[in-house]
């Protein structure tokens, strides 16, 4: 086993060390379990990080040269890592338990999925020509980040529609959160469909081509672009604006795991 593989396992452990430690803080509710949990999250994403440059070294080796993002088992664990790092960046408007554990619960599943991949999708391969290009990180980096953006707005607008004192924040705080989660993913959405038109013309000699995934991702798009323009036009809070983000994230869902094995189409290589 090579040591990207031996470390994403570690990772993988890390994240359900994450959930426990969790667990211990809302059966004790002693703050220096978060503040431990916040520097076991920095380590799980130090070692995620390492676990992935190491993979993309070991591409080198084998002669292929190419960032960890060609195919479906690659994907998750970039997702993953995504997911972490919108934990650090927002941290500050995140210190609420019940967010920090759902989030590292999506995380744990996203590396818990990728473990069960086929071993021929964990062994590093060539990429397909169509992938052969520097537009293949931008676009899936700043995708990816959009993606982990929205799984917070996701949180904030499911924990809005339920009660339950002394563990969910209040609900001003939730629809902020919301709200700032997606201000951060909606740019990085729309920068990731601008590449990504711009890698298909370079690869496909057309800039859109109403493929399953690039329609889906449009769709997304105008889901989130109507909560900001529900938001900051037709000044929508609480419950009618949680809805849209969570309708929003469900189309998330479908342009990553949907598209891939429902439909067929010029992404089918994500598979």
């Not at 210190?95 to 991949?117: D, E, H, V």
């Not at 397909?128 to 982990?148: D, G, K």
Request: proline share 3%; aromatic share 16%.
């Amino acid at each position: 086993m090579a040591w990207n593989d031996r470390i994403l396992g570690i990772v993988t452990l890390l994240y359900l060390f994450l959930f426990f430690i969790h667990i211990l803080y809302f059966a004790l509710r002693k703050e220096q379990i978060m503040k431990f949990m916040w520097v076991t999250l920095y380590v799980t994403l130090g070692l995620h990080t390492l676990g992935l440059l190491l993979r993309w070294v070991e591409s080198y080796k084998l002669g292929l040269g190419h960032a960890p993002l060609s195919n479906f088992y690659e994907s998750l664990i970039v997702y993953g890592w995504s997911v972490s790092i919108i934990l650090i960046v927002m941290k500050r408007h995140l210190s609420f338990p019940i967010i920090t554990l759902i989030a590292s619960l999506i995380s744990l599943f996203l590396m818990g999925y990728a473990s069960l991949s086929p071993s021929v999708q964990r062994h590093i391969q060539p990429l397909i020509p169509a992938l052969q290009s520097n537009w293949l990180h931008i676009h899936v980096i700043t995708c990816f980040m959009a993606y982990a953006s929205f799984v917070i707005s996701f949180i904030a607008g499911l924990l809005y529609l339920v009660t339950w004192k002394g563990i969910i924040p209040p609900r001003d705080t939730l629809d902020e959160i919301n709200y700032r989660s997606i201000i951060v993913g909606f740019p990085l959405l729309s920068a990731g469909i601008l590449t990504g038109a711009v890698w298909a013309h370079y690869a496909w000699g057309s800039y859109w081509s109403w493929d399953p995934k690039e329609t889906w991702s449009l769709i997304t798009w105008i889901i989130y672009a109507l909560y900001l323009h529900a938001r900051l036009v037709k000044g929508w809070k609480g419950k009618k604006i949680a809805l849209v983000s969570i309708l929003g994230f469900l189309s998330v869902i479908f342009t990553y795991f949907g598209v891939n094995f429902i439909l067929s189409g010029l992404h089918s290589y994500a598979t």
